[in-house]
């Protein structure tokens, strides 16, 4: 094969796809008649970026919500957020979670977070409290939830369904994670925001990139191939020369969190499947 895969954008492209995003939360906001948005900020690359976006076209109708918890939360993460806020005038609220994050921690039968799948429930549950509180807000101020997701990371799944995959829209939603970079520069993110390991920030140490197994560069360099190009993974492996393993790897994480990008299945009960025998076991359907 003769194709490269570049998805680095122009100063151009960097520059519509900043009015479409910001078009686009008006619009959304217009269409339901909100009186604003409410992000979660991490003080992240992307949270940081969909921030500044929205403060751009919405001012004091944008809500941040910055939620630590702290002794686990980075403290430069925490540090980053606050100094954007403040640095840009961007409306917030500040919202420790440890208390909750306990609350729900003692429900379990096994508290010992050296267990993996205690460790793992946990996690989860961290993301779910603060669109807990993102959708309070919200609903109280009559705003939208402004998702924080990447098309990287909702195409692996990597994120917690119900979680922090929960928004009203997702502004950044169609740009891999090597682009959310590129748009953060253009606009003016603070270097130490850009420069930093992204980290979902669920326990001490953690890192996507280490978490994941891949470097983003690899992965969205193999996502384009397979999903924009339509490659299977033979052909991405010999493109991109990349071991088939790791491709195999990133593709299954597509296929098993499909469910994340889908709404909830419903069970049928229309008058087609009333009309067949129902005596006959479910397996025959």
């Not at 779910?128 to 807000?137: F, H, K, L």
Request: hydrophobic share 35%.
């Amino acid at each position: 094969m003769n194709q490269t895969i570049d998805i680095k954008l122009t100063e151009e492209e960097l520059e519509i796809f900043k009015r479409i995003i910001q078009k686009s939360i008006l619009t959304r906001i217009e269409k339901i008649r909100a009186k604003g948005g409410v992000v979660a900020l991490s003080g992240g690359i992307d949270s940081s970026l969909v921030a500044t976006l929205a403060h751009e076209v919405l001012g004091d109708k944008l809500l941040a919500i910055i939620m630590p918890e702290e002794g686990i939360s980075p403290e430069n993460d925490i540090r980053d957020a606050l100094n954007l806020v403040k640095s840009r005038g961007i409306k917030y609220k500040y919202i420790k979670i440890n208390d909750a994050v306990k609350w729900f921690t003692e429900m379990l039968p096994n508290q010992d977070l050296n267990d993996p799948q205690t460790r793992l429930t946990i996690a989860n549950v961290k993301p779910r409290i603060r669109m807990i509180v993102n959708y309070m807000y919200a609903n109280y101020e009559g705003k939208i939830v402004l998702g924080t997701s990447n098309k990287t990371e909702l195409l692996l799944g990597y994120g917690t369904k119900f979680g922090d995959m929960a928004a009203d829209i997702y502004p950044i939603g169609d740009l891999y994670k090597t682009q959310v970079w590129q748009l953060a520069e253009y606009i003016g993110i603070p270097t130490e925001i850009i420069r930093k390991k992204p980290s979902a920030g669920l326990w001490k140490g953690q890192t996507d990139e280490e978490e994941l197994g891949h470097t983003y560069y690899e992965i969205d360099r193999v996502l384009y191939a397979l999903v924009e190009l339509e490659l299977s993974v033979r052909e991405t492996s010999e493109l991109l020369n990349i071991s088939m393993d790791s491709v195999e790897d990133i593709y299954r994480r597509i296929i098993r969190s499909e469910h994340k990008r889908k709404p909830p299945t419903i069970t049928r009960l229309s008058k087609m499947c009333l009309d067949k025998d129902w005596r006959y076991p479910v397996e025959r359907y």
